[in-house]
């Protein structure tokens, strides 16, 4: 079983900075992608990106492209997600999940069977 864990979040104003990061542990050489996704309270949960694990290929949201960033560490044990020129509507809570499935890079169709609990990201105007 993979395990995550996500951490980072916090209180921003508009225009900060964030770096979200997600530790993994247990199985984790056989993960192929991994992705972050967000949910704001009342709204349903929304892809924000993903990387492929084993090649560092990237694919982004057009709701944060240019502004997010994902990448990993070259012991491919946390995953990251750099944002800027944070937004109000970029409060949610964030949330790393982990694809062992895939056997081919096809985003945002994933197959995203563990998820972290959640870091929450708030944004003040």
């Known amino acids: 079983q993979v395990q995550l864990v996500e951490s980072g979040g916090g209180l921003v104003q508009a225009g900060g900075s964030l770096r979200l990061s997600c530790v993994t542990s247990?199985?984790?050489?056989?993960?192929?992608?991994m992705g972050w996704f967000r949910q704001a309270p009342g709204k349903e949960r929304e892809f924000v990106g993903s990387?492929?694990?084993?090649?560092?290929?990237?694919y982004y949201a057009d709701s944060v492209k240019g502004r997010f960033t994902i990448s990993r560490d070259n012991a491919k044990t946390t995953v990251f997600l750099e944002m800027n020129s944070l937004k109000p509507e970029d409060t949610a809570v964030y949330y790393c999940?982990?694809?062992?499935?895939?056997?081919?890079?096809?985003?945002?169709?994933?197959?995203?069977?563990?998820w972290g609990q959640g870091t929450q990201v708030t944004v003040s105007s």
């Open positions: 247990g199985g984790t050489f056989s993960i192929y992608a």
């Open positions: 990387i492929r694990w084993s090649v560092g290929w990237t």
């Open positions: 999940a982990a694809d062992r499935d895939s056997r081919s890079w096809n985003p945002p169709h994933h197959r995203f069977g563990f």
